[in-house]
């Protein structure tokens, strides 16, 4: 397996490098970093693959990073790239490693205290989570920095329910698309959580439902 490496920058913080296995699978899968740190990524792959970030589905147009294209199969880092478009030093994107057009992940960087941003909307009855699955790093005991997750809806005329069948990992918990963030803490379990959403819509004048998963990654 790929290991992490840490390259010095001038002004004594460290760059965040993202290790690219032959597996296409990142090291670490999800991280949080500080704004005054870059990122890079090092394909260790032996082929080349992209790098796709996943749209922040309330400002699409103010990307935190930007995709990289044909990174090649070579031990030398990408370039890097030091976080934008962050709310006071803090934000949080999912990304894709692709392959031969196939997308192996999603990962996650979280900047500061985030939050991922995941939008809630509805039509026709049918609910859908933006981006879905989404991935928020566990606990990061070195920094004391939670993973994060901020749940927006759609409209405000929709009265969303969240409910967590195998238990809700999140504090304070989140019950509804509130628009504030929610956090892992120390003792959360490294694993996937699956999610639903409910509501009887006075806009469309008819119940509807949904759902999705929020992935909570460590290192490896």
Same mark, same amino acid.
Request: no cysteine; aromatic share 10%.
């Given at each position: 397996m790929a290991t992490e490496r840490i390259i010095p920058m001038r002004d004594g913080a460290t760059n965040q490098n993202i290790s690219i296995n032959t597996s296409f699978a990142a090291t670490p899968r999800a991280c949080i970093i500080?704004?005054?740190?870059?990122i890079t990524f090092t394909n260790g792959s032996g082929s080349p693959v992209s790098i796709q970030f996943v749209p922040n589905p309330i400002n699409p147009s103010q990307p935190i990073f930007n995709n990289i294209s044909n990174l090649p199969g070579g031990p030398s880092p990408s370039q890097p790239q030091t976080p934008n478009n962050l709310n006071n030093g803090n934000g949080s994107v999912?990304?894709?490693i692709v392959a031969g057009g196939v997308p192996y992940g999603p990962y996650a960087i979280q900047i500061g205290n985030g939050p991922l941003q995941v939008l809630i909307s509805m039509s026709g009855g049918n609910i859908t989570c933006t981006p879905n699955p989404s991935? $928020?790093?566990t606990y990061n005991s070195a920094l004391g920095i939670a993973g994060? $997750?901020?749940m927006v809806p759609d409209n405000v005329i929709n009265n969303y329910a969240i409910g967590w069948p195998g238990g809700d990992p999140f504090t304070p918990p989140l019950t509804s698309p509130d628009s504030q963030p929610h956090a892992d803490g120390p003792g959360t379990t490294i694993t996937d959580y699956d999610f639903t959403v409910s509501?009887?819509?006075p806009r469309e004048g008819v119940g509807g439902g949904g759902g999705g998963?929020?992935?909570i990654k460590g290192a490896n």
């Open positions: 500080l704004s005054t740190q870059a999912n990304y894709y991935v $928020i790093p994060t $997750i901020e509501t009887r819509s998963t929020v992935k």
